[in-house]
């Protein structure tokens, strides 16, 4: 199964879907928008995509 990921952030209130790969990206161009909204998901995972959530890294200080 192909696989896209995106990175969720919450923006006044609102869920947004940023690409990160590179194949999400793409999609994004085509649809015209730096984001990704729900419906294109559903529509994607309907071609037979997997959609992933990137986790948020906790950040570690003691190494910088």
């Known amino acids: 199964m192909k696989q896209i990921t995106v990175k969720i952030k919450n923006v006044y ?8 790969c590179q194949e999400a990206k793409r999609f994004a161009r085509i649809v015209g928008s730096t984001t990704l909204t729900p419906r294109t998901l559903k529509k ?9 959530q990137e986790q948020p890294t ?4 003691r190494n910088i």
């Open 13 to 20: 209130g609102k869920d947004l879907y940023y690409p990160v």
């Open 44 to 52: 994607l995972m309907f071609l037979g995509y997997e959609v992933i």
């Open 58 to 61: 906790k950040l570690n200080f």
